[in-house]
């Protein structure tokens, strides 16, 4: 079954302890990427990555860190979390732009940060 | 930069009844994409619809069809015959195929379907 995995779903945090959320395609998809979302702003792109060892900044970056070392995984870090990176982040996956366009998304992950 | 405007942040339609949900884009570009994207409360972002700009014809997946006018860059979604799980959020999404396939949202519509 394709899919696209997220964990944790849910974590609170506190100020400043770096944490992680990974991320996992099994469809080869080679672009990936990271949305949160915030109530009347619709999903904001945080990076992306067009391929392995490829990533660029989206709109948001800011706070954010990522890699992509293998094809399946694009992990989102947060080395100092802050109160206003409280947010719903969802990964999304795709083939490249050009060929089928429509973004696959994952289940959400929902970040409290204290 | 492409701004996705949603006007009408919540909606409500009797079941069985037909809803029109609005969107309006800006962009220089000639070549994207648009989606319309539902949230149910799972939060699990689920699509609905896509519409290449270069096809004329507007897309249809069941109840569901969009009405497309690129001209005044409009792209409102249509349900028909609204069901209970038709409630949700709605989010309608520009991608450009020139900006690494990031898609830009507008902020949404809660979509309410009354029994």
Not at chain 1, 23 to 32: I, P, R
């Given at each position: 079954?394709a899919?696209?995995?997220q964990?944790?779903r849910?974590?609170?945090?506190?100020?400043?302890?770096?944490?992680?959320?990974?991320?996992?395609?099994?469809?080869n998809?080679?672009?990936?990427?990271?949305?949160?979302?915030?109530?009347?702003?619709?999903l904001?792109q945080i990076?992306y990555?067009?391929?392995?060892?490829?990533?660029?900044k989206?709109?948001?970056?800011?706070?954010?860190?990522?890699?992509?070392?293998?094809?399946?995984n694009f992990?989102l870090?947060?080395?100092?979390?802050s109160?206003?990176q409280t947010?719903?982040?969802?990964?999304?996956?795709?083939?490249?732009?050009?060929?089928t366009?429509t973004?696959?998304?994952?289940?959400g992950?929902?970040?409290?940060?204290? | 930069a492409?701004?996705?405007?949603?006007?009408?942040?919540?909606?409500?339609?009797?079941?069985?009844?037909?809803?029109?949900l609005s969107?309006?884009?800006?962009?220089s570009?000639s070549?994207?994409?648009?989606?319309w994207?539902?949230?149910?409360?799972?939060?699990?972002?689920i699509?609905?619809?896509r519409?290449?700009?270069y096809?004329?014809?507007?897309?249809?997946?069941?109840?569901?069809?969009?009405?497309?006018?690129?001209?005044?860059?409009?792209?409102?979604?249509?349900?028909?015959?609204?069901?209970?799980?038709?409630?949700a959020?709605?989010f309608?999404?520009?991608?450009?195929?020139n900006a690494?396939?990031m898609?830009?949202?507008?902020?949404?519509?809660?979509?309410?379907v009354?029994?």
């Amino acid at each position: 079954e394709a899919q696209v995995t997220q964990n944790p779903r849910y974590l609170i945090t506190v100020t400043g302890k770096k944490l992680t959320v990974t991320c996992s395609q099994n469809m080869n998809h080679e672009y990936m990427s990271w949305y949160r979302q915030d109530p009347g702003l619709g999903l904001r792109q945080i990076y992306y990555s067009m391929n392995v060892e490829v990533t660029d900044k989206g709109d948001v970056p800011e706070g954010y860190k990522v890699s992509r070392k293998e094809k399946r995984n694009f992990p989102l870090i947060l080395e100092s979390p802050s109160p206003n990176q409280t947010s719903l982040y969802f990964c999304a996956t795709s083939v490249p732009s050009g060929r089928t366009d429509t973004q696959y998304f994952g289940p959400g992950t929902r970040l409290t940060v204290l | 930069a492409q701004t996705v405007t949603q006007s009408q942040p919540e909606m409500s339609v009797q079941e069985a009844e037909t809803v029109t949900l609005s969107c309006t884009y800006d962009t220089s570009e000639s070549n994207y994409y648009l989606f319309w994207y539902k949230q149910p409360p799972s939060r699990q972002m689920i699509l609905v619809i896509r519409q290449e700009a270069y096809k004329q014809q507007n897309a249809t997946e069941n109840r569901f069809s969009v009405n497309f006018q690129k001209a005044a860059k409009s792209f409102s979604l249509k349900i028909s015959d609204s069901q209970l799980g038709d409630t949700a959020m709605y989010f309608c999404a520009f991608m450009n195929n020139n900006a690494g396939n990031m898609l830009t949202f507008g902020g949404g519509t809660r979509l309410m379907v009354k029994p």
